[in-house]
């Protein structure tokens, strides 16, 4: 076995690593379906209308 892969330094890139391809992949789901399905109403900015303020 090579002494690479005992040190502890390199667990650690690969975990960091492997927790942003997973982030990466659900990020992408989310984004699909939010493309797909559309956003709700009440999260959808207002449409522009004369403001609250005088």
């Given amino acids: ?3 690479l892969w005992r040190d502890s330094g390199t667990w650690i890139a690969l ?4 927790v942003f391809i997973v982030a990466g992949i659900v990020m992408h789901r989310v984004f699909v379906h ?3 399905t559309g956003a709700d109403e009440d999260s959808a900015p207002p449409s522009k209308k004369e403001p609250e303020h005088e």
């Fill in 1 to 3: 076995m090579s002494p």
């Fill in 15 to 18: 975990g960091v690593s492997l």
């Fill in 34 to 36: 939010i493309l797909k």
